[in-house]
């Protein structure tokens, strides 16, 4: 298929397909699906080879934003039922952190509801970085508060932050459709703040919010001019109480799709699968690790994802290893681009993105987890089978009020 076959070329040197077979991608048919995702994992195993990175979520307050994000069980008015629950102590999160760890987690994400941060609350995270990395010195920490303002961004780097969260979530064009408290310019500003203080930037979106294949194209060549070094491509969770409850557009096949599309778009950065690949992508989550270099770990903010140990299983059936802690994430190139911009020096003896903790290794988090699933395609040729809808297998297991179970456990 000459598409494939230039879309691997460009990925093999690194390169940037055009809008138009970013485009093509999403409009291939379930009969070159294998041919897609077999062109992506070539680009995949070129920059990152069979090496998955696991990363794990803690959740450091729950609930209760005031913020109108259509997709979030945590919004303004939500009616799902989740745990609420105010700041973790820096032990609590710290004792969270290492479950993540334990198990094979190299990057623990430590993520709070709200519309953003106050200078106390970036004095609570400083303190719960310091819990967890002197419990393990080694492990890297994203941060994931929400819209930051002048000098948190280097606060929290000079307080031993590795990384920051802010998803972009969907295109320009649609965003004032899911959200109206905040906007598109400001999450773009949160970004940059973030990436100009040297923190590696991560930011992803979330597909199923009922947009197009051209807000999907849009919202990730935006991620790949911000210089994201992480991309988490997560699938909504259509939480009952929310406004997007009966957002059910997903199948399997359309999330492989797009992820082979962020995959050619950004084919030397980190491609994570976050919220929503258990039930999406269900029985076909091994063919996802052929295109994404990294997942999360066991649960989300507000639902419950795969058990650990059937993460680790999977890795291991389908023929991948656990990133280890020493080793980079993101390739040579890529890794000295976010030494430049973070002002970390590099050495023969210790290169920038080897060590464990060391700066532009990728990363990032989700937003409140997203799971969902399937729809047919509107258009679908009438001699082909259509997915029929099947409410059936999707079973949303929301981490919700009268749990016996610390948060992320």
Not at 39 to 54: C, D, E, M, S
Not at 225 to 237: A, C, M, R
Not at 321 to 347: F, I, K, N, Q, Y
Request: hydrophobic content about 40%; some cysteine; glycine content about 10%.
């Amino acid at each position: 298929m000459d598409l494939l076959d230039t879309l691997t070329a460009k990925g093999l040197r690194g390169e940037v397909p055009t809008r138009e077979e970013a485009l093509a991608v999403l409009a291939t048919t379930d009969d070159e699906l294998l041919d897609v995702v077999a062109a992506a994992g070539k680009v995949r195993r070129r920059w990152f080879g069979r090496r998955v990175k696991l990363n794990y979520l803690v959740n450091l307050k729950s609930g209760l934003c005031p913020e109108d994000c259509n997709y979030c069980s945590q919004r303004l008015g939500s009616k799902a039922e989740i745990l609420k629950y105010t700041w973790l102590k820096p032990d609590q999160a710290a004792d969270a952190a290492r479950a993540g760890v334990a198990g094979g987690a190299k990057r623990v994400c430590l993520v709070a509801s709200g519309r953003g941060p106050t200078d106390r609350d970036i004095d609570r995270v400083t303190d719960t970085m310091a819990a967890i990395k002197e419990a393990d010195p080694a492990v890297e920490i994203c941060v994931c508060l929400g819209l930051l303002s002048d000098n948190q961004a280097e606060r929290l780097k000079a307080a031993g932050a590795d990384a920051y969260n802010h998803n972009l979530n969907t295109s320009e064009a649609t965003y004032g459709d899911i959200t109206t408290t905040h906007t598109y310019a400001d999450r773009v500003d949160t970004v940059q703040k973030a990436h100009g203080a040297g923190l590696s930037a991560c930011s992803g979106l979330i597909a199923g919010m009922g947009e197009s294949d051209e807000d999907l194209v849009d919202v990730v060549f935006a991620l790949r001019e911000l210089g994201s070094d992480s991309v988490p491509v997560n699938f909504l969770i259509p939480f009952e109480g929310t406004p997007l409850a009966k957002e059910w557009n997903l199948t399997p096949q359309r999330c492989l799709r797009i992820l082979a599309m962020v995959r050619f778009v950004n084919p030397d950065t980190e491609v994570r699968i976050a919220g929503g690949r258990e039930v999406h992508l269900r029985s076909m989550q091994p063919l996802g690790l052929h295109v994404a270099n990294s997942i999360f770990l066991g649960d989300y903010l507000t639902s419950e994802g795969q058990a650990g140990q059937a993460d680790l299983d999977m890795i291991k059936d389908a023929g991948f290893e656990v990133e280890g802690a020493g080793e980079a994430t993101l390739p040579r190139h890529r890794a000295d681009v976010a030494a430049a911009a973070s002002g970390c020096g590099t050495t023969a003896s210790s290169p920038c993105g080897t060590a464990a903790s060391a700066c532009g290794s990728g990363g990032g988090c989700g937003p409140c987890g997203g799971h969902g699933h399937a729809e047919p395609a509107a258009d679908a040729p009438a001699s082909e089978p259509v997915d029929e809808l099947r409410d059936d297998l999707v079973k949303v297991r929301r981490r919700g009020a009268g749990t016996e179970l610390a948060p992320n456990s």
